[in-house]
């Protein structure tokens, strides 16, 4: 399964970084320049506008910046919160911005979510530079002798078929392959040396990957503690464990379920009609047969 998954990862890796190459000048024609608004220095001075800080860095793939903002956030209201968290956040409203709740414990908890899907995503992010440079080596070799997009795509794909599927590989595909390594002058062991590369790295990104994750989980897990109401973080919670489960116990896909269940219990006692219904659909592309839905189908029928 571990061979699996890095021939995997190595056929989509080589194949995103030669995609990036292709589309690069298209998409550097459609930028569009938007006017910067400044973000304030503290927390405190503007929470909405900070707010929105945090939320544009999360957008913007700017984990780093997002993580900074909002642990200094964090580290501002936390005095308040032990004073009296059900108290009002200072300057909650600014200009025509405003926060949608200003109770202390309300704020805290919301920025530990968005802390929280700040480390998710980074982890999801995560990719090495090393690999990368690696393939694009890899392609400039190729280019030289006259290999193109598809060409190159074609060989990794028959030597990734080759290795996970050797008796599937027919005569035709083999002489396709022999053709396509003479063209391009290699043997099969630089190949198996790429692959190698890739699995340390991968090995490497996947042991910070997994460190983000439980960070992220740490601060889910904090968020709805502070505020148990917080539909949100409940269902960003079921959002990273559902998005891991996939290559872990069943123990990760009920924890998963029942934070939706948690999730959706709270919205429809809020009314929220449509995030209810979301949080439903999610669940059941999870499991359609989720025990969970049944509890929530009772109490629709109760």
């Known amino acids: 399964m571990k061979k699996l998954t890095s021939l995997l990862f190595l056929s989509i890796l080589i194949l995103a970084t030669l995609s990036a190459g292709l589309y690069a000048e298209e998409k550097g024609k459609n930028v569009h320049r938007k006017s910067e608004i400044v973000c304030p220095e503290k927390f405190l001075k503007n929470p909405p506008l900070y707010f929105y800080c945090i939320y544009s860095d999360y957008h913007n793939h700017k984990f780093d910046s997002g993580i900074k903002k909002a642990e200094e956030a964090l580290?501002?209201?936390?005095?308040?919160?032990?004073?009296?968290?059900?108290?009002?956040?200072p300057n909650a409203k600014?200009?025509?911005?405003?926060?949608?709740?200003?109770?202390?414990?309300?704020?805290?908890?919301?920025?530990?979510?968005?802390l929280g899907m700040l480390y998710f995503k980074k982890a999801m992010n995560l990719k090495s530079s090393k690999e990368k440079k690696a393939f694009m080596d890899f392609e400039k070799k190729l280019e030289k002798k006259g290999f193109n997009y598809f060409e190159t795509a074609e060989l990794m794909n028959l030597y990734i078929m080759k290795k996970l599927f050797p008796e599937a590989f027919d005569e035709k595909q083999k002489e396709l392959y022999s053709k396509l390594l003479k063209k391009a002058g290699i043997?099969?062991?630089?190949?198996?040396?790429?692959?190698e590369e890739t699995t340390k790295e991968e090995e490497k990104i996947n042991e910070e990957r997994y460190s983000f994750i439980s960070r992220a989980m740490k601060e889910f897990q904090t968020a709805v503690k502070v505020d148990p109401d917080n539909a949100i973080a409940y269902y960003q919670m079921g959002n990273l464990l559902s998005g891991i489960s996939e290559e872990s116990t069943g123990e990760d896909s009920e924890a998963a379920e029942e934070a939706y269940y948690k999730a959706a219990l709270i919205l429809k006692k809020k009314g929220d009609k449509t995030g209810y219904k979301e949080v439903v659909k999610k669940l059941k592309l999870l499991n359609p047969e989720s025990r969970y839905l049944k509890l929530l189908k009772g109490k629709e029928d109760a």
């Open 75 to 89: 580290r501002e209201i936390e005095p308040l919160y032990r004073k009296n968290p059900g108290a009002k956040v």
């Open 94 to 114: 600014a200009g025509n911005a405003r926060l949608k709740d200003d109770r202390i414990y309300k704020v805290k908890s919301d920025l530990h979510m968005l």
């Open 187 to 195: 043997a099969e062991k630089e190949l198996d040396r790429l692959y």
